[in-house]
């Protein structure tokens, strides 16, 4: 029952259980008809509710009143539930932390995909009590699994029947208790390539945070029935070096490239036109209202050009150069431009410098944050840009979301330089055009006008790269999941 805690006794917990790296088993992406092959079965299937197709549980413990609405790895559980439910092969069951339901729910709700028939959001009733046997003590100690988390689990084994589970963070070790077989997802451990912009007595040393968290999220990976990394990066270098996991235990499954344009049905032929900009500048203004953003509520976002960043401000993510790169194109080459982002600028942190930098530039209306945006908001916002750019030194994908959602609605993307769109530039070098270094502001400026000044020139190039990506599409990569979940092969019938 307690396969988790079994095989943390047989690897030990500070061993690191893993062979050398082997770029044959590290790296490939598997082929439908090889998945189940390749990862043992599964110990039957149980459904949900008497359901007749498959049930895969998605597992989050992200805290009450956190944010799950446009969060990265939120966003994927999106695509990925519009791809299942393309197919109807499975149904997802999204099972979180007690209080989180309604948000997560209102967030599904927004997908081309139906709530009962495509997915679930499921919670732990806050008044659910049970009591831990020795053996789950064991294993909440040796994870250290939060309270609420371990009762999570033990309510999901006996109310959520599902055939299989997907772990949306490794360090959500509350799964550990689960007693279906799991795949647990690893993003990256981007922070022990960049240590900097962690404070060193809270993330670092014995005890520090990062370092707690590569004990347990190692441990949780390890004891998982198998690894799902997004790219062959963060598959050899974090998940065999950093996290010391058996590279023959993961399975590379690159994301497919996110396609908003249901939410822009205007931009016929993924370009802009004078109906389609008007549209979606009035859905931005709209949003800008009902948010109480009284500088954007009436602004003209289909006639003043614009760039876009669309990320979280974090140590990697690099938004202070492409501030920079606005402010000088701005203040020195007499541009018309702003900049608008989803980040938050968060006043008085000394962990970034995009804040101090709008502050002591007088930025404060040319750097916007626009931080919540719902989807239809978002795509907007992609669509009535001159140009967005991605400037963040390390991601955990095959290329960055920013650029396949912003060319999809019609928009060019420059990028940077990283790993991640090293990847990306194996299979579509001429995409090249349009990557800078991430510490280069004028390469950056470059790249800009360029897309800018040449914008149907750099948006064809980049939309034929994206044509031949999406053959690879979210329905598919949705099945692999799903089958990686289950151990098996999933049939038509």
């Given amino acids: 029952m307690f396969e988790a805690l079994r095989r943390w006794k047989a690897i030990g917990l500070n061993s690191g259980g893993a062979s050398k790296p082997r770029l044959s088993a590290v790296g490939v992406d598997l082929p439908l008809e090889e998945t189940a092959e390749a990862i043992p079965a599964a110990d039957g299937a149980t459904g949900w509710a008497g359901a007749e197709r498959p049930v895969i549980g998605v597992w989050s413990e992200i805290p009450p009143h956190g944010r799950w609405s446009h969060e990265g790895i ?202 389609s900009l008007a549209a979606a500048a009035s859905r931005l203004r709209n949003h800008a209202a009902r948010a109480d953003w009284r500088y954007l509520s009436d602004f003209p976002f289909e006639e003043v050009p614009y760039i876009v960043v669309s990320t979280q401000d974090r140590p990697t993510k690099n938004i202070n150069r492409a501030a920079q790169a606005m402010a000088s194109l701005l203040r020195q080459d007499f541009t018309d431009i702003k900049l608008f982002m989803t980040a938050g600028l968060h006043w008085g942190a000394d962990w970034t410098l995009l804040p101090s930098m709008v502050e002591a530039e007088g930025l404060r209306f040319d750097v916007v944050s626009m931080r919540d945006l719902p989807r239809e908001a978002h795509a907007a916002l992609y669509h009535c840009a001159a140009v967005t750019v991605h400037p963040s030194y390390y991601e955990g994908i095959v290329g960055t979301l920013t650029f396949y959602e912003s060319v999809s609605v019609g928009t060019p993307c420059v990028f940077a330089r990283g790993p991640h769109v090293g990847e990306l530039l194996e299979e579509h070098p001429a995409l090249a055009r349009s990557v800078f270094d991430p510490y280069d502001l004028e390469g950056l400026k470059i790249c800009l006008r360029d897309a800018m000044n040449n914008r149907e020139e750099v948006l064809a190039l980049q939309q034929r790269a994206c044509a031949q990506l999406r053959e690879r599409s979210w329905d598919i990569v949705a099945r692999v999941y799903a089958e990686t979940a289950i151990g098996r092969t999933l049939t038509e019938s």
């Fill in 74 to 275: 939120s966003r994927v559980v999106g695509f990925m539930i519009e791809g299942g439910a393309r197919l109807g092969l499975f149904k997802f069951v999204v099972v979180v932390r007690t209080g989180m339901a309604a948000q997560v729910t209102a967030d599904l709700r927004h997908l081309h995909a139906t709530e009962r028939r495509d997915w679930d959001v499921v919670e732990k009733p806050a008044d659910f009590v049970a009591e831990l046997t020795p053996e789950q003590e064991e294993v909440v100690r040796s994870f250290r699994v939060e309270r609420d988390c371990a009762l999570q689990a033990i309510f999901a084994n006996r109310h959520v029947p599902v055939d299989g589970w997907i772990v949306t963070f490794p360090q959500m070790t509350g799964a550990a208790l689960l007693t279906t077989r799991r795949a647990t997802m690893l993003p990256d451990a981007i922070p022990f390539d960049f240590p900097l912009g962690w404070k060193e007595e809270k993330y670092w040393g014995a005890e520090g945070e990062w370092a707690v968290w590569r004990r347990i999220a190692g441990l949780a990976l390890r004891t998982s029935d198998v690894i799902i990394a997004h790219s062959t990066h963060v598959a050899a270098r974090h998940g065999v070096k950093v996290l010391g996991c058996d590279p023959n235990h993961i399975r590379v499954v690159p994301h497919a490239p996110p396609d908003l344009i249901h939410l822009v049905p205007e931009a016929e032929g993924r370009r802009r036109t004078p109906a």
